[in-house]
Structure formats: C-alpha cells, structure tokens
C-alpha cells in the first residue's frame, strides 16, 4: 500500500508523527483484507468485529514531508480467535524502513465476546488455525 505523507501527517519538526504509523497500520489491514476479498463492513454485517489488543511499532528512520511510503502487510500469526498482522513501512525511493510494527487483532461478536475466526475468512486469508 502506498501513503503519500502530507503537511497534516508531520509534527513542527516536519516529521510523521509517531502515532500516524498506527493509522497506516490500520488502513494497510483493511486493504489487505480487501485485497484477499474480504470486506470490513461484510464481515461486520456478518457477526464479526476486529478488537486490537495489541500493537507495536520500532521506528527506525524519520518520514517527512513529500515522501511517499510503501507499506508491506502480512499474517504473521494465528490464533482461534485472533490474528496479528506484521507490517513494515519503506520510504519508496530509498527502500530505507521507517516502521515495522504489528497489531494483534481478535475477532469479536456484537456483544463484545471473543469468537472463532470463521473458515471462510481463514480461506481467504489463506492461513490455517
């Protein structure tokens, strides 16, 4: 996925906020997810709700203004209820990386209780329990 970074992602400093990288994060999941057929608003329809329960991010060089960055996205590991997705973000031209970092993700109904990921999500993903 690709982020172009924007006056509005910067601190005074000109560099990407830290936080941001987890809103990238964020859309990087959902476009993985989408890119695997899977819609957020489907699987919500459908009874299942993503909480994240954890997320980490080692910055390892600055972002700034007018670049644009790359970001990989993968399933890194499964649980019955819980995936975590392991991302790493390059500065396009350089190929240095910014971020790397994860979030551990599970499934959850509309009540809130934890559920099993259901087996045509994990088709989809192509990942197994």
Same mark, same amino acid.
């Given at each position: 996925m690709e982020i %172009?970074?924007?006056y509005e992602d910067t601190d005074c400093g000109g560099? +990407? =906020?830290y936080a941001n990288y987890l %809103? =990238?994060?964020e $859309? /990087? $999941?959902t476009q993985y997810l989408e890119k695997h057929g899977l819609s957020v608003a489907s699987l919500q329809e459908n009874g299942t709700l993503f909480m994240v329960t954890h997320a980490e991010a080692f910055y390892r060089s600055p972002a700034r203004y007018g670049e644009t960055l790359m970001i990989e996205t993968s399933v890194s590991a499964l649980r019955r209820s819980a995936l975590t997705f392991s991302h790493t973000i390059r500065e396009q031209t350089s190929q240095r990386v910014v971020v790397e970092g #994860? /979030?551990?993700? +599970?499934a959850v109904d509309h009540q809130g209780k934890p559920k099993r990921l259901?087996? #045509?999500l994990l088709m989809a993903l192509d990942v197994s329990v």
């Amino acid at each position: 996925m690709e982020i %172009k970074i924007y006056y509005e992602d910067t601190d005074c400093g000109g560099v +990407v =906020y830290y936080a941001n990288y987890l %809103k =990238y994060f964020e $859309r /990087a $999941r959902t476009q993985y997810l989408e890119k695997h057929g899977l819609s957020v608003a489907s699987l919500q329809e459908n009874g299942t709700l993503f909480m994240v329960t954890h997320a980490e991010a080692f910055y390892r060089s600055p972002a700034r203004y007018g670049e644009t960055l790359m970001i990989e996205t993968s399933v890194s590991a499964l649980r019955r209820s819980a995936l975590t997705f392991s991302h790493t973000i390059r500065e396009q031209t350089s190929q240095r990386v910014v971020v790397e970092g #994860s /979030a551990t993700l +599970v499934a959850v109904d509309h009540q809130g209780k934890p559920k099993r990921l259901e087996p #045509s999500l994990l088709m989809a993903l192509d990942v197994s329990v």
